[in-house]
């Protein structure tokens, strides 16, 4: 069993290029969420999802797009990423209304 | 934004000593979770709290949840090298949004 994935495990942009970080999970959750973590910041919810179709802003979602065309996927997109991009990025997944998140084994990203 | 606030923000002890965390926020939460995070993974739930003055014990570790549902926290009795590692806590509102501590780095010296 998977769990949560995520690919890729680091990536090194530059200003203004674009990418998308994947994450796929095989539980069958409803529920999906990406987390940026910083120093002394703990994690900060981007965008979540509660069903395939359906997303919503987080607390911090600017410079950021995700889609959630199938229950396994949810992708998120950096359109222009910028420095203050530079972060570690979590994927979590849970049922619908549980408490417990699994959390994928993150993204470290650069941006220089 | 809310904000939960984790003290102390590092510690480091001997193996054998105890230690309190503690997470505070000026919200009101229906449920709080406490997380362990190992370098290069993710967070790993270690438990979940929802009742106001609830208490939960996992072997060595009790977590505890204030009466008014803003607060918890997290007593380690007797530590091991094994738990070291980042401890976040994170509270929900409606079980859509989760909004995580600032974390608290543990060290427990062999």
């Known amino acids: 069993n998977a769990g949560v994935t995520q690919t890729p495990k680091f990536q090194v942009l530059k200003t203004g290029q674009s990418m998308t970080l994947q994450c796929a999970q095989d539980?069958?959750?409803?529920?999906m969420s990406w987390y940026r973590q910083d120093p002394g910041m703990g994690l900060r919810l981007i965008h979540y999802?509660?069903?395939?179709?359906?997303?919503d802003q987080g607390e911090v979602p600017n410079g950021y797009n995700v889609s959630r065309s199938t229950t396994e996927d949810f992708p998120l997109r950096l359109l222009s990423a910028a420095p203050s991009q530079t972060s570690v990025y979590f994927c979590?997944?849970?049922?619908?209304?549980?408490?417990?998140?699994?959390f994928g084994p993150g993204t470290r990203l650069t941006v220089t | 934004t809310q904000l939960l606030e984790q003290s102390p923000q590092f510690l480091s002890i001997q193996e054998g000593e105890n230690l309190t965390v503690y997470c505070n926020s000026s919200?009101?939460?229906?449920?709080l979770q406490w997380y362990r995070q190992e370098p290069g993974e993710g967070p790993v739930l270690l438990v979940t709290?929802?009742?106001?003055?609830e208490v939960k014990k996992l072997k060595r570790l009790t977590f505890q949840f204030g009466d008014a549902r803003k607060d918890s926290s997290l007593h380690i009795t007797a530590a091991q090298p094994g738990d070291t590692g980042l401890y976040l806590c994170?509270?929900?509102?409606?079980?859509?949004?989760?909004?995580f501590g600032t974390g608290t780095s543990l060290t427990v010296i062999p």
């Open positions: 539980m069958n959750h409803e529920y």
């Open positions: 994170a509270g929900a509102e409606d079980g859509n949004q989760f909004y």
């Open positions: 709290v929802v009742t106001g003055g």
């Open positions: 979590a997944s849970s049922y619908a209304g549980a408490y417990e998140q699994y």
């Open positions: 999802s509660v069903g395939a179709g359906i997303t």
């Open positions: 919200s009101v939460f229906s449920s």
